[in-house]
């Protein structure tokens, strides 16, 4: 299996707090028949302030790590993109990273205000070749209010990534309900970890 949304970097934002932390998530991650993990910290302005090179050198440093450990887990690299000025600037600058350098990125929207004119945001990316996949909708605080406007970003050309423990019911009845409502419509591209801790 291939996890395409982690936060297994340690230090970087708010998941691995530190490298032992990092390395026993990637222990976790083998032991569940994990063979490669997509790295991918928060870009969040005014709170995680990740950059390319800052991830890149990270992820350089933790494959050493996991070289040293014996852990044979292969890791690759995006970001869990908020929304930041200039998103279709920056996906074309390379300032913000895709996954693996493809044309498929992690779009976060906020968790608990709905963004105004998020369909016109993915409408403006997906016009220039990208594939935004927008994480973890069946977490978000407003969803039954704008369910219709994911199937709408589906139809558009979105991808929806589920996260994993939602069906399992770690985030409680209402967001496996609502995970379990999107499977039943077909609209679901990918399944995630989301891994921020041993937990």
Known sequence: MIDLHCHMLPAIDDGARDLDTALAMARLAVADGITTTVCTPHIYPGLFENTVPGIQDAVV??????????????????ADIQVVPDLLQGLRAGTLPTLHNSRYFLFEPPHHVALPGMLDLLHNVIASGYVPIITHPERLSYVEDHYDQFLEAVSM??????????????????????????????????LASDGHNLK
Do not use: C, M, N
């Not at 440093?61 to 450990?69: G, V």
């Not at 929806?160 to 967001?175: C, D, K, M, P």
């Open 157 to 190: 050309g979105a991808w929806l990534q589920i996260t994993g423990g939602a069906l399992l019911g770690r985030f409680g009845h209402r967001v496996k309900a609502i995970s379990e409502r999107f499977l039943a419509e077909g609209v679901v591209h990918l």
């Open 61 to 78: 440093d933790f494959r050493a790590a996991l070289k040293a450990a014996g852990i044979p887990l292969a890791i690759s690299y995006g």
